[in-house]
């Protein structure tokens, strides 16, 4: 997917990394998502193998979710866990609403997950201003994670969200969290009203709920830096990368479908170099307004289970 050499064989990396916000953990600038792109591996030895061969190459930020292919993906981390748990950051993500469903969640992600204890645990996929209010109500999701924080459980708490910068930008203004993770590249930075975007929109989660995030000295991951490949072709892979680790963010969690591409995101972390805020505009603005909007609508209604 990107160009550039790759990595030797049998070279480990350490890769630049970055502090996750106040947690007080270490991150590599890339993190290996284990979402649909993972599960595109069909042989299951040939997914197990890609995931070491990121954490061989420094990649140890590894990024799940107890949904993501109805606990497959939390399975196939799970079988690398059991032997190298101590190397990386781990993170799944819950999507129950309830206290009570998230309590059985977690107990069955860290089963899947072959551990006592998790990094990082996020609410997934915060939808909306409603969904927002369903989460810190009393019995809400969110008692169970601060009740997963005090006990050690996770050592950070955060939120995700795909497409609602005004909802996620409350929820950070509202709620206690350690950490968050949003859609971050160079098609959503310019979205605006102008753009007659249907509601909530009205801007992007880089200009409403990234400023939030580092006031609060919150670590911040992003995600979708391809726009689900809504982007290839508008850019580079090397410059839609780039772009958002050239923002205040941790590190970028990147799905990696095949081998190769964990080769070359590796070696292409090894030699990042930050954007510059201008080139930053440049690249945003060459980007056509239709394919932003399309990815944009897509991503409303995205569920990367």
Not at 170 to 189: I, K, P, V
Not at 193 to 215: D, I, N, Q, T, Y
């Amino acid at each position: 997917m990107l160009s550039g050499p790759l990595i030797s064989a049998v070279q480990t990396q350490s890769l630049p990394s970055r502090e996750l916000g106040r947690t007080g953990i270490k991150v590599p600038i890339l993190g290996f998502g284990s979402g649909s792109r993972f599960l595109m591996y069909k042989d299951e030895d040939k997914a197990i193998e890609a995931l070491n061969r990121a954490i061989d190459l420094g990649i140890t930020y590894v990024d799940t979710a107890h949904s993501y292919g109805g606990g497959k993906s939390e399975e196939r981390v799970g079988r690398v866990m059991a032997t190298r748990r101590k190397e990386v950051t781990l993170s799944t993500k819950i999507s129950a609403r309830t206290a009570d469903e998230a309590r059985r969640q977690i107990e069955l992600s860290l089963k899947r997950l072959r551990t006592d204890r998790l990094d990082v645990m996020h609410i997934h996929a915060l939808k909306d201003l409603k969904d927002l209010d369903a989460i810190g109500v009393r019995g809400g999701v969110l008692e169970a994670l601060f009740e997963a924080r005090d006990q050690k459980v996770t050592r950070a708490i955060g939120i995700t969200c795909h497409a609602d910068p005004v909802a996620l930008k409350t929820a950070l203004e509202r709620h206690d969290f350690d950490c968050t993770q949003m859609a971050l590249n160079a098609g959503l930075a310019s979205i605006t009203e102008g753009m007659k975007l249907a509601p909530p929109s009205g801007s992007s989660f880089e200009r409403l709920a990234l400023p939030v995030a580092v006031r609060k000295k919150m670590g911040v991951i992003a995600m979708k830096v391809f726009g689900q490949e809504h982007l290839v072709g508008a850019a580079s892979a090397e410059q839609l990368l780039t772009y958002a680790l050239s923002l205040p963010v941790s590190l970028a969690s990147v799905g990696m479908p095949q081998l190769k591409h964990v080769e070359r995101n590796a070696a292409l972390a090894l030699a990042f170099v930050p954007m510059s805020e201008a080139d930053r505009s440049r690249l945003a603005d060459s980007i056509a307004a239709g394919r932003k909007l399309a990815m944009h609508r897509f991503l409303r209604h995205h569920e990367d289970a």
